[in-house]
């Protein structure tokens, strides 16, 4: 019964190609956040969403677009891929108080070629 | 900018033995840490966490250190087991901004 869960685990694309990354959390939680390891492995949050309301958009490129349906849900969309978007993006949650540890999902390997 | 910073992307230890990983950071707003055990292919897990308020915090064999004047933490474990072979990631928040600063992370291997 997986907490945090993404699909797809790994997406190979082409360049200029549209793709969607959709995450999942069964925890209750009320805020869910997008980070991206790059090849360097430096782990780096991208968007954060609490109760379906966007709270944290770090310098991103505006191909990236993060929708919230609801609460236990966060998905990523990219327009327009690009080489360097090549990485493992993980999905997290955290519950509604300061200062508490993100679950992570298991991530996306996502490819461009 | 990189805030959070572990200087040593690797560390080889024998079983049973004690392992020292650590974690150094430059903005003294931080006042939340949190260590982060990664296996292949899986996502960051939740290992152990200290406030600024405390200088130590123990979890069965894990213990962090924080030494705020020297903006430096570690975490030890003892006594390390061959499951232990992971990506440790030191991260850091601050009252107010959610969002976690993760340092590159240091690859512990545990020697039978």
């Known amino acids: 019964d997986t907490a945090v869960s993404q699909t797809p685990k790994y997406l190979v694309t082409q360049m200029g190609n549209d793709k969607s990354i959709k995450c999942e959390q069964n925890?209750?939680?009320?805020?869910m956040y997008w980070y991206k390891q790059d090849s360097k492995k430096f782990l780096k949050i991208m968007f954060s969403?609490?109760?379906?309301?966007?709270?944290i958009n770090e310098t991103v490129p505006n191909r990236f677009s993060p929708k919230s349906p609801d609460k236990a849900h966060l998905n990523l969309h990219i327009n327009s891929l690009e080489l360097g978007d090549s990485a493992v993006y993980f999905c997290?949650?955290?519950?509604?108080?300061?200062?508490?540890?993100?679950?992570f999902g298991p991530g996306t390997r996502l490819t461009v070629l | 900018d990189q805030q959070v910073k572990q200087n040593s992307p690797s560390l080889s230890v024998q079983e049973g033995r004690i392992s020292i990983l650590n974690c150094d950071y430059t903005?003294?707003?931080?006042?939340?840490f949190l260590w982060y055990k990664k296996y292949p292919a899986e996502g960051p897990t939740f290992l152990i966490s200290?406030?600024?308020?405390?200088d130590k915090n123990e979890d069965g064999r894990f213990t962090v250190f924080l030494n705020k004047s020297a903006k430096h933490l570690s975490l030890h474990i003892v006594p390390s087991q061959p499951g232990d072979s992971a990506v440790y990631f030191c991260?850091?928040?601050?009252?107010?901004?959610?969002?976690?600063?993760f340092g590159t992370g240091t690859r512990l291997t545990i020697i039978p």
């Open positions: 997290a949650s955290s519950p509604p108080r300061q200062n508490n540890e993100q679950f």
């Open positions: 925890l209750g939680h009320d805020t």
């Open positions: 969403y609490n109760n379906k309301e966007l709270i």
């Open positions: 903005n003294s707003m931080f006042d939340y």
């Open positions: 200290i406030s600024s308020i405390k």
């Open positions: 991260a850091a928040s601050y009252f107010g901004n959610e969002k976690l600063t």
